[in-house]
């Protein structure tokens, strides 16, 4: 593939799409009304319990004022006998009946449609790649300041089981800390402060910081004296700082004594360069809006412009708009490309068939999900919609291009936490409330997400050579979704449109 244009279609996690998710919303809807109707139903039986026992209490205070009197009227005898014989069977007959019928066989029908734990370790690990990835605390995620929901006690506490169970320490500190700090502050909650820091005070020493492990489980030995593992990391805790403090001490001295020479940091070791930094840094930078600036030089050489390809019958009275986004790979973006009942029907015809996306294991030669690319996708065929067929042929008329060796429309949906982390599409949009762009962490560029635009460039160089200049990633959704249809179009059959260069870099 030596050709990438990129449709944005809309907005609205995970590992679920934008339509189940969806559908769960409805399914959560649905169950609410039951257990509405589950509790009017057992209000109507109270309230009946309610009046019979009323009217009882009535009746027999009165009687048992003058039990002989009462009963020496034929008919409050009658009335006995028929009460405890007859009418206290009925009601024990309605205490005993089971209002929830209706309710938990509508949750047993509505649980198959249910997340797993899967599902749910999935939209919790979205939530701390957001949190990397966009560098939000978790006081701002917490109080709504993301913007919107809240977290509870409870939800904080689940993150930091999520994260614990990976292994990720770090994330169960902050997300611990975070349940404790709520606490303290007085939020009523079934999680008890000791639960959270039995957590906390082993996520700090797995991190080697065995003075806040101490104190965290101090605190909870006040709380809990009894607490067996708690009694046993604080001797572990209390020996091994001994003797980091001892081996601290040793180093000093022999420091003092001139048999160890200092170590200063080298110059490169205390600050690394941007140019230097792993890729998945640069690549979240760009995410934030940091990173590589483009100069004023080279930004005055981008331009917007109405654009006919040449004089195409197509485009010739109605001209698209064409705006240059990077020069260096050449990067365009084609405005108002795609209607909205076009956008509406794309997606009304993948949405049965999305399917979280894959990627091509080298190792095994097998398609396979991954972690760095968390999505859900579709392919739809020119022959089976007539839109499908003409944003194809817009394409060719576009680009110039011959599409029929092009791969058939993908149609992919990123939801809250979707991402798809540097690749390339050699050898391989929607607008979005927050997060969601496309980057190119070689050389800075940051594409961002705007409904009804198709983004271009080329993957290939003219001389067949593959442009590394190209690899790009999919900045995780923060808050949203994003839709985006992709055509790769194949070198082959681009012979005539785009002929090959002499040199590499032609």
């Not at 029908?109 to 999935?122: A, M, Y």
């Not at 701390?128 to 993301?146: A, C, E, H, N």
């Not at 292994?167 to 999680?191: C, F, I, N, P």
Request: with cysteine; aromatic share 8%.
């Amino acid at each position: 593939v030596n050709l990438s244009l990129s449709l944005l279609l809309s907005s609205l996690s995970l590992s679920l799409s934008s339509r189940q998710m969806t559908d769960l919303l409805f399914t959560e809807k649905d169950l609410v009304t039951s257990l509405k109707d589950y509790i009017q139903a057992e209000e109507r039986k109270l309230e009946q319990v309610k009046q019979w026992a009323e009217k009882l209490d009535s009746l027999t205070s009165i009687a048992t004022q003058d039990p002989e009197g009462f009963l020496g009227h034929p008919v409050n005898a009658f009335k006995l006998m028929k009460r405890l014989n007859t009418e206290w069977g009925d009601l024990e007959n309605l205490v005993l009946k089971d209002m929830s019928d209706g309710f938990i066989s509508n949750l047993t029908i509505q649980r198959q449609h249910f997340p797993s734990d899967e599902d749910q370790t999935g939209a919790a690990k979205a939530l701390l790649r957001l949190q990397d990835t966009y560098q939000l605390d978790t006081q701002s995620i917490s109080t709504g300041d993301l913007p919107g929901c809240t977290l509870t006690v409870e939800d904080c506490f689940e993150l930091g089981r999520i994260a614990y169970s990976e292994s990720d320490y770090r994330h169960t500190e902050v997300w611990m800390a975070q349940a404790l700090k709520q606490l303290d502050e007085g939020e009523e909650s079934s999680v008890e402060p000791v639960m959270v820091l039995d957590y906390l005070s082993y996520s700090v020493y797995q991190q080697g910081e065995l003075e806040r492990a101490l104190d965290f489980t101090r605190r909870l030995l006040e709380l809990d004296p009894e607490h067996q593992r708690a009694n046993g990391n604080l001797k572990y805790f209390e020996y091994q700082l001994a003797k980091q403090r001892k081996a601290g001490e040793d180093l000093r001295y022999r420091r003092s004594e001139g048999a160890e020479p200092e170590r200063e940091e080298s110059e490169g070791r205390k600050g690394v360069k941007k140019d230097n930094l792993p890729e998945k840094k640069k690549y979240e930078q760009l995410c934030r809006g940091e990173g590589i600036k483009m100069t004023p030089r080279r930004q005055s050489r981008l331009f917007c412009r109405y654009y006919d390809n040449n004089q195409h019958p197509r485009y010739l009275l109605g001209p698209v708009k064409q705006e240059d986004e990077w020069d260096r790979p050449y990067i365009i973006r084609y405005h108002d490309i795609i209607s909205e009942w076009e956008i509406e029907k794309v997606k009304e015809l993948a949405k049965p068939r999305l399917r979280r996306a894959t990627v091509h294991d080298p190792q095994t030669g097998q398609l396979t999900t991954a972690q760095y690319r968390v999505s859900k996708s579709a392919w739809l065929t020119a022959n089976e919609h007539s839109v499908v067929d003409h944003i194809n042929q817009r394409i060719e008329d576009l680009t110039g291009l011959d599409v029929q060796t092009a791969e058939e429309l993908q149609v992919a949906n990123y939801g809250v936490g979707g991402q798809y982390e540097p690749h390339f599409d050699f050898g391989r949009m929607s607008d979005v409330a927050a997060g969601g762009a496309t980057v190119f962490p070689e050389v800075g560029a940051v594409v961002r997400p705007i409904k009804g635009t198709a983004v271009f460039w080329y993957n290939l160089l003219p001389s067949g050579e593959g442009d590394y200049s190209t690899r790009h990633a999919a900045c995780p959704v923060l808050v949203g979704n994003k839709w985006v249809s992709n055509k790769w179009i194949h070198e082959h059959g681009q012979e005539f449109r785009r002929r090959c260069g002499l040199h590499e870099m032609d």
